[in-house]
């Protein structure tokens, strides 16, 4: 790979900032107003982007559309109106700029002109996911519906009947029956076409099958050919969901009718979207079928000669977020590359993939239209995510908002340090170790290591929210180390898959072994007291370890599997435990069992902090409940901090702030 640009060669141009004063406090994390969907226009002089404000009084979120001269300048609010803006969404003219909002009728499309604004849908079901035409008159939305509603009304008599109904039993006689964080509710998504001139919708995919899937579809599923003749679109038509990963593209007339399969091959198919030619079709594949964390390629098909090609074959790295440069001549993507996510194209006559930039964690990529510049979000250790602009001609990477100014202008934060060991079979493990505000190489400092989730996922190493923030956990005076073992995401399809079939194993390995070097690398590192935290796949893992070791003072495990036959039978993506545990508990019974933390409840010792939600559909509250009984069975020091309102992650401000008020108070109590 040809590097064309790297964090040492750019020109970072903003304005100096104030020295930071203070550890930082729950209240500055979630204190400043966070950027997100940048969207730029189609003359590439506008930047539209949704920007997130946190109430810590009233503890609610509320997010705005804004718009900013591309090339600098202050950023002004799209509306006046108090409900709640996201997905933005120009129209090809640039005149138009429609978005997704809230209202008296449920979600809607809306959309913005010189000022004015107005809802575009009015369906009784709500509308999402907008995608303008061509022609900047008509678009593409989604919405749920029942299969056997052929027209709105039909929909709108459903609803009010099941509104009125006081009886809140459901009856079900399939899977997927409730996923993530809701239960199914007898609808499906189905993509339908409108028009900004009238209020008449079509329904374009009719029946039983959701469009988008539910799992795997990528974002955006669907594409409008240039044209405008033709829509791509991602569907799973596997009879029972819960137990395939396996989506497909369709091709069908933008006016409704013939669907042709476009790509039906085993493995997933999705993320569709069209050469500016129109010569192409392109869309990411994953070649195993039943695999979610798959690479996914970049897979180019030529619609003239119906012939495919692989693009990032020898690219080992799952390719996100691709998109054609506006001459054609490239795809520009994002990767995960050694806790970094990166900017890369390919170059379409030769196959070749280049970096562009490596330096820092990119999100929400935007080509200029003269193919001259880069927008994106750029987020480090101690920059939380900002929108930037890179000058492809010049190497220069300017700063264009300063949102998180008002974060690290008032605390101090050091940036995390990555650190290499070499695990047990002389694989090189990575991962980041980041020091409290006022270090003093003198002392010693608790160690609290950070287990991600996944397991193929990783830590980046970026400003990031995922289960703790970094600093928050640093400002308390712990040393925390976050680290990456095999499984993870960025080093390559054989280090991913390497965790299959294996949970608890080389894995775990990789963790105590990572522990072991800091510990002897790292005068600092008090040895004698040490946490382990981990959410999701990692409150498995801290479950695993709470049975194989006894060197850590205390365990924090949020949304853990604790014994994974009831797991199997009480999740909802069936494709996943079966891959990972090659098979189901009838035909493989004896993996899971040696698999499973329960098996060791006899060697609980270490006090432990159990954290759940009931609505976690993907790891079952029980199992939560099942290791917080198993500890206090055994006499081990114990809490659980039970959710009644939340799923598989904590997401409102208030229980947020009290599960930080928690956990950090279990820190102390065992290492201070």
Not at 69 to 87: I, M
Not at 103 to 108: D, V
Not at 350 to 363: Q, R
Not at 498 to 510: L, Q, R, T
Request: charged residues 20%.
């Amino acid at each position: 790979m040809r590097l064309l640009a790297n964090c040492l060669g750019c020109l970072i141009l903003w304005a100096g900032s104030a020295l930071p004063q203070q550890a930082m406090t729950f209240d500055d994390l979630y204190g400043f107003d966070q950027v997100g969907d940048l969207q730029l226009s189609p003359d590439g002089k506008t930047l539209a982007f949704t920007l997130t404000h946190n109430d810590l009084q009233a503890h609610a979120r509320s997010t705005y559309i804004y718009l900013l001269p591309a090339d600098s300048g202050e950023a002004r609010r799209l509306t006046d109106r108090e409900a709640d803006e996201y997905d933005p969404c120009w129209s090809p003219d640039g005149s138009l700029l429609a978005f997704s909002s809230g209202g008296e009728n449920g979600r809607q499309i809306w959309m913005a002109d010189s000022g004015d604004y107005r809802p575009l849908t009015g369906i009784s079901t709500g509308a999402g996911g907008m995608m303008w035409f061509p022609d900047s008159r008509r678009f593409l939305f989604t919405s749920p519906v029942y299969p056997d509603c052929d027209n709105d009304a039909c929909n709108r008599v459903r609803d009010s009947l099941a509104e009125e109904n006081p009886l809140e039993a459901r009856v079900y006689d399939r899977l997927l029956f409730r996923h993530y964080g809701s239960w199914a509710d007898g609808k499906v998504e189905h993509l339908f076409s409108g028009s900004i001139t009238d209020e008449v919708t079509i329904d374009l995919t009719p029946g039983p099958h959701d469009v988008p899937p539910v799992a795997g579809g990528g974002r955006p599923a669907y594409a409008i050919s240039p044209d405008g003749l033709e829509i791509c679109y991602a569907k799973n038509t596997e009879p029972v969901a819960a137990m395939s990963y396996n989506n497909d593209l369709y091709i069908i007339p933008a006016v409704g009718g013939n669907v042709q399969p476009i790509a039906d091959k085993p493995g997933n198919d999705c993320r569709p979207f069209y050469s500016p030619d129109g010569l192409y079709l392109a869309y990411l594949e994953m070649v195993r079928p039943g695999y979610e964390s798959e690479q996914q390629d970049i897979i180019l098909y030529d619609r003239r000669q119906q012939l495919r090609k692989n693009l990032t074959e020898d690219f080992d790295r799952s390719v996100g977020s691709p998109m054609f440069s506006s001459d054609g001549s490239y795809i520009y993507f994002t990767a995960v590359d050694m806790g970094m996510v990166g900017i890369y194209r390919v170059v379409l006559n030769n196959g070749a993939v280049e970096e562009v930039l490596t330096d820092a964690v990119y999100g929400d990529l935007a080509v200029a239209p003269d193919g001259k510049a880069l927008y994106f979000t750029r987020s480090t250790s101690i920059e939380p995510g900002d929108i930037y602009r890179y000058d492809l001609t010049k190497n220069e990477l300017r700063r264009l908002t300063f949102y998180a100014r008002k974060l690290t202008d008032r605390v101090a934060l050091r940036p995390s340090e990555e650190f290499w060991f070499y695990s047990f079979d002389s694989l090189p493990i990575q991962g980041f170790l980041t020091l409290p505000p006022d270090f003093d190489p003198q002392k010693k400092y608790p160690l609290v290591l950070l287990i991600h989730g996944g397991p193929q996922w990783c830590w980046l190493n970026d400003f990031n929210y995922y289960g703790w923030n970094i600093h928050l956990l640093a400002a308390q005076g712990y040393a925390v180390a976050q680290i990456n073992p095999r499984g993870s995401r960025g080093y390559g399809r054989k280090f991913c898959d390497a965790v299959s079939g294996d949970w608890g194993g080389k894995d775990y390995h990789d963790l105590m072994i990572g522990i072991d070097y800091l510990a002897g690398r790292f005068a600092y590192v008090d040895t004698t007291r040490m946490a382990a935290l981990g959410r999701s796949y990692g409150g498995y893992m801290v479950n695993w370890i709470c049975g194989h070791t006894d060197r850590f003072k205390c365990l924090v495990s949020v949304d853990g599997s604790f014994e994974n036959l009831s797991d199997y039978y009480s999740t909802e993506e069936l494709w996943f435990p079966e891959w990972e545990f090659q098979g189901t508990p009838w035909t493989n019974r004896e993996l899971y069992l040696e698999r499973s933390p329960e098996k060791f409840v006899a060697n609980f010792k270490t006090p432990t902090l159990v954290v759940h939600g009931q609505k976690d559909y993907r790891v079952d509250v029980s199992q939560g409940l099942m290791m917080f009984t198993a500890l206090q069975r055994m006499g081990v020091p114990s809490k659980l901090l039970y959710f009644p309102d939340e799923g598989h992650s904590v997401g409102k401000l208030r229980n947020l702030r009290y599960a930080y008020e928690v956990q950090l108070a279990w820190l102390a109590q065992w290492l201070k």
